[in-house]
């Protein structure tokens, strides 16, 4: 639970090996730092003073590895070199995305463990790159209005904490989302930001092509499953934010792992085209939704894997449908599917006690 | 209130004739059933044992009433029977459906009493005969992709309690809405699954034909209006669900008609096209949102009669601007306007109390 | 926070010119009057006895002049008239739609202070004003059907208030812009009441035009921003509706002009369409935004002032998106990013303690 809002009372449960807990410190040392005390920065005491210059280079890595839910700088890391290996572009666009997120909600005055846990990096990332991908990293406008997106993300993800909180929710991806959506479907609008002529409006058609599967393309969809949670298509970009994940914790990199082919796997079963598993955009919900739900923001335990597991194949039978709400009026599919599922199954997770779901302190399970 | 979300404190006041409560006894065993004991199937002391084999079966039926607001074992039976009229693989994926659903969430450990009322299933029983529809009942694919909607429509389900429940409202047919809207949004991009070659989505179009309607329009929209709730379009399935109402509430069968010719009165003044007044697309969600609005989940007394004709006209004049936003994605109506309609009017009932809605303990009406 | 739900316990922060508080007294006189005895109208004691017709009259004014938040008679008697020079039919549907809309909420019983706040009027009277745009004022149909939106939008009212009260977030015009969305999405449907052939839906289409501003056009373009607020086009009105604020309070037309200047610089330097400044829809979002960041829900100060510009040109970007979501339902853009933008700068300000934006009672800001 390294990156859910973390309520009094409630005991943590960080996913990571235990060998990481023990030897590098900086996962338990900023997670429970949240009730007490600094973390491994060194910052003890009150929580008043700002960041430091070296607390905060580690916030931002924190921020770019919680992409994932890992607050780990080594993951952090190797994510950076891993979207420099897609494009320098994406690589400095992912950087200053997480720094300007992280520095709008320190001078915002946003919860400061918040802030060092990179819990107010990882949308202005990902929102950074959203833009660029979608208006063009090469044009000033888009820099100019990724800058600027990332301190709106700020103020959703405040918004979405107030809405979800209360609901025992976490707002996951959800504000990069709406901002990275919005900023898709207006772009057309505005003459200076749009530079490709068309929108990307179309009507939902259905699927043609082959569904066979080639052992080249389930290698190459696998890891680039990881790379489209960063918005990259590249394999080998995905093979180094596998690494990442690694380097952060083998159990998170293992359930990962199983999310992606449970999401494959789905895909083909329900016909889905080879090019489209081939390219990863059938295993990057499923990723997500696996780590999210099995280890995240749910205990890891077989019962939770189980859930995790169908909640990854839902959520890429579900891609698709996001894909036809959206077509017509051009926004791209980013990780709604993910949002979407997991909120139903975190939601929902409350009222199964068999699953082994922690209750929260207030949570209403009627109805 | 029989399905409603039954809060401690709370007095239940079904609406089924006195006749029920005094004679049959299943109805109000079951719902007072709800804050101690077991009900009329036996089971008595603690709620931790399993359901038993006659137990499920009557939970079933109760189930497939629930569809229409009624935890009755009669009138499960009967709208079992109606299906079958509309096809034997109606009758099959209704009943197969529920089962499903209640076993799902009988596994999961969801609530017994929630699961003996019939609360579990409906919306896997409508799921199943949503997608029965959309993808073709006779394929494989489709058999095994409503096996799987029924197990991920519990999960919804549980999802839409935690976030409705605290605000005092009922889920409804928000989970079936979900799944099945969802699924049919989703299915065009799988080709295994997905046998009709082009989408169904295509842009709104303004309404043609004649709006004068004889007697024999009216008499086959009034009978398909209650058919068109289990998305049959037959008037002779109608009438057998109409028979199912009053066999198990005679007021809940008047409510219903009147909740009809409310919306079929509507969809006429509004110079809706005769040909989707004939075939029950005009009333079907007026006569649930009545069901739900007097009797179901506000008492039964004048006042909320006419709260509830005027929603059962509200929701009417609605339908068409649901199809509106989901034609361009290809997505059918289902009972949208009903859930939405219905959420709207019991979420306003606790303002105003000359409308003589009970108010919920912790309602929080401000705003 | 003249419009604020009134919580228990919070002081009042009226933003109107000190002079009003002092020389007036009306303003005041009815916002404290939320908590106990009547108000300047002269009505003391209980509040159960029925609004009398001066104090209807001067309840509907006031829900006029709610649509800017201003609880001000003589604003709402401005608004009155600028209507009127939009069109006599204008002026009729506005004040009709409030009055009946105030009605409304009075018969079922809708709390007295709201109803002389004219909080239960302005949406009704945006209902009108809307369904007249859409449908064309000069059919009796149009005239009927805006009579039964306006009661209609008295029940959305009281369950957005159900819904965001909890969450101390007002519900601004998103009971306008559900129930008005809803009925011209649904109008082609209808054959009585849709008397121009085509639905509205189309593709989103990307801008075209030159984007090269004159003097003329930002004049044109600053009054008519005003007008839109009424979904009226001409400069002339807008020219009335800003003597209206400067009656009402010389601080809130000064915050509306400053978020109308930032949503026009927003929009020219994005690259919006001069065509698209000079009618207005580039401002008016934004002029609301303003209000409501700045005065309207958040105390009136430097800090919130600087907010509300940020939130004034987020919804001016946001326009074209919430205008692509629509486009191909063929549903018209009206105050939906006003709303949208408001509700997320709202919720979001309690997270930021350097914004001074007070902390309701029991907001939750986990997240």
Redesign the interface.
């Known amino acids: 639970m390294y990156s859910a809002?973390v309520?009094p009372g409630e005991t943590c449960v960080p996913p990571g090996g235990q060998g990481h807990h023990a030897g590098g410190g900086w996962i338990v040392g900023h997670v429970t730092g949240t009730a007490g005390a600094g973390g491994a920065g060194g910052a003890g005491g009150d929580a008043v003073p700002p960041l430091r210059p070296r607390e905060f280079a580690a916030a931002v890595l924190r921020g770019q590895g919680q992409v994932t839910f890992l607050p780990s700088v080594a993951a952090g890391g190797v994510f950076c070199l891993a979207l420099t290996a897609a494009g320098w572009e994406y690589g400095l666009y992912g950087l200053a995305g997480t720094a300007v997120g992280t520095g709008a909600a320190r001078?915002?005055?946003?919860?400061r463990d918040r802030v060092s846990l990179g819990l107010e990096g990882f949308n202005a990332c990902l929102t950074a790159l959203g833009l660029a991908a979608v208006l063009g990293p090469r044009h000033f406008s888009t820099a100019l209005l990724a800058l600027a997106g990332c301190?709106?993300v700020t103020?959703?993800?405040?918004?979405?904490?107030?809405?979800?909180?209360?609901?025992g929710l976490?707002?996951l991806t959800l504000p990069f989302c709406l901002t990275a959506?919005?900023?898709a479907?207006?772009?057309?609008?505005?003459?200076?930001?749009?530079h490709q002529?068309?929108?990307l409006?179309?009507?939902?058609?259905?699927?043609t092509g082959p569904?066979g599967l080639g052992p080249d393309d389930l290698a190459r969809g696998f890891l680039s499953g990881f790379a489209e949670i960063f918005l990259a298509p590249q394999w080998h970009v995905g093979a180094l934010l596998l690494l990442g994940l690694l380097v952060a914790s083998r159990r998170a990199a293992a359930v990962a792992c199983l999310g992606n082919a449970a999401g494959m796997a789905t895909?083909w079963?329900?016909?889905?085209?080879a090019a489209g598993i081939a390219d990863g955009t059938a295993g990057y919900n499923a990723v997500l939704v696996a780590l999210a739900l099995c280890g995240g923001f749910l205990p890891a335990r077989a019962a939770t894997l189980a859930y995790a597991l169908?909640g990854a194949a839902?959520a890429t039978?579900?891609?698709?449908?996001v894909?036809?709400?959206l077509?017509?009026?051009?926004?791209p599919v980013f990780t709604w599917p993910f949002v979407l599922t997991t909120?139903?199954?975190?939601?929902?997770?409350?009222?199964?006690?068999?699953?082994g779901a922690h209750r929260r302190g207030a949570?209403?399970?009627?109805?």
């Open positions: 809002p309520l001078l915002l005055g946003a919860d301190g709106v103020v959703v993800t405040a918004a979405a904490g107030h809405l979800l909180g209360p609901l976490p707002s959506s919005a900023t479907a207006a772009a057309p609008g505005f003459r200076r930001i749009w002529g068309e929108t409006a179309a009507p939902p058609r259905p699927a569904t895909a079963a329900l016909g889905a085209p169908v839902v039978a579900a891609g698709p449908a894909a036809a709400l077509a017509p009026s051009g926004g909120l139903v199954f975190l939601a929902a997770a409350t009222s199964f006690p068999r699953l949570g209403p399970a009627v109805g």
